[in-house]
Structure formats: C-alpha cells, structure tokens
C-alpha cells in the first residue's frame, strides 16, 4: 500500500517548451503532495508544497512562474516546468503522505529525469 | 525548528564489519526524526522512524536526548546496504533533507 507514481520517469525537451509530470497516489488520497529536485550525487531539494484544491506553497528561491503546480484532485499533483533551459535539467521527485499523522512517514515516487536539449 | 547534521558524507566499511551513521539533532523540545534510504536506482523509502523503536534490515536507531543524537546501527554490514541515507527531521508537515551519508560496503 502507500504507492505514489509518477510519470514519465524521463523525458527529453528542447529548450524552450513545457514538460508537465504528473505524481499520482495509487491507494490513498494526498491532500498535500510535495515536489523536490535533486541533482547528480546530491540530496533532495524542496521545491514546493502542493495542497489539494489551493495554491502551492513555495520554498525561498523556487519560481513559481516557471514550475507550475496543479492539485486538482485528492490523488494526483502536477509539476509543469515551463519554457524549459538546459539549467532546469534535474531529477524531479514527487512525496505525498499517506497517513494521517506526520509521525506516518512519507511515500516518495520513482522520479522523472528531466533533460532540456 | 529542527536541524540535522551528519558528519560523514561517505562510509566505506567492509562486509561484515559493523557500521553506524552518525546522526545529530539541535532542538528545543522532542525531536521528530525518520531514517531513510534510498538504494542505486530506487525510490526513497521510509528506514525506520524514532518513536516506533523498530528493527528493519537489521538497523536501529535509539533517540539519545544526552547526546542529541539519533545515529543508525547495523552490527554486520551487507553488501546490500550500499546507499544514500537520510536522517530527516519532520515539522510543520514537510520533510527537509540534509546532505546525507553515502554507505559503501564492499565484499
């Protein structure tokens, strides 16, 4: 139980256009989801908080205006990284709760590796 | 809020030998802490947490408030356990990771 996927696993863009990924909770409802970027040999990075039915919570630094995030529903979050550059290259990892308690522990996804050409 | 540090950015230990990453909180208060790993071409996954004093893969970790440590323990290291782990503290409902600590074993 607890299985968060996510999709695609990687993707290959050109420079300039829009990628979305989605994070899905295939057996429990997320009411908040959470995005994080790692890169190459380094830890996880926060990017931003997604909440089922409202606006994302951003940490200090990320741009909101180009990584998109929807939560429209109790089982699926999307990232949209817009009007991609080769910076934005990364592994991006979705995490979604699965209890009630904080205490429960987290489910992450099996991330998508972004590369912009 | 709470904060983390693990020294070691790598652990090299031989098959068999016993290994402990090193794990130390700063807070005022209880702590809230997890152990997650995450294994070459895997998804992260929960290790252990503080307050269920659980065994899993034959790791532990015990909360020692003396010390403000929360360090992870495995007597005899398999090969199997080569990966990235993660002490992560847990408030205000998100989870902040540190730089962690890469565990090699080697046969």
């Known amino acids: 139980g607890a299985v968060v996927s996510q999709h695609p696993s990687w993707v290959i863009c050109k420079s300039g256009t829009s990628v979305k990924i989605e994070c899905r909770s295939l057996d429990f409802q997320a009411t908040t989801m959470f995005w994080y970027r790692q890169f190459p040999k380094q830890s996880l990075m926060l990017m931003a908080t997604s909440n089922e039915g409202s606006k994302a919570t951003y940490e200090q630094g990320v741009e909101k205006d180009k990584f998109l995030i929807n939560h429209a529903s109790l089982t699926l979050s999307t990232l949209t990284v817009t009007s991609a550059h080769p910076e934005d290259s990364s592994f991006y990892i979705c995490?979604?709760?699965?209890?009630?308690?904080?205490?429960?522990?987290?489910?992450f996804g099996s991330g998508t590796r972004l590369t912009v050409v | 809020a709470q904060r983390v540090t693990q020294p070691e950015k790598l652990l090299s230990v031989f098959k068999g030998a016993p290994v402990e990453l090193k794990c130390n909180y700063s807070?005022?208060?209880?702590?809230?802490l997890f152990w997650y790993v995450q294994y070459s071409r895997q998804r992260l996954q929960l290790l252990l947490r503080?307050?269920s004093r659980e065994s899993i893969k034959g790791f532990t970790a015990d909360l020692n408030k003396g010390e403000t440590s929360f360090h992870l323990k495995k007597p005899f290291a398999q090969e199997e356990d080569s990966a990235m782990y993660y002490c992560v503290p847990y408030n205000t409902d998100k989870l902040i990771f540190g730089t962690g600590t890469r565990l090699q074993v080697f046969p």
């Open positions: 807070y005022s208060g209880s702590p809230e």
């Open positions: 503080h307050i």
């Open positions: 995490s979604a709760r699965w209890g009630d308690r904080v205490s429960d522990g987290y489910t």
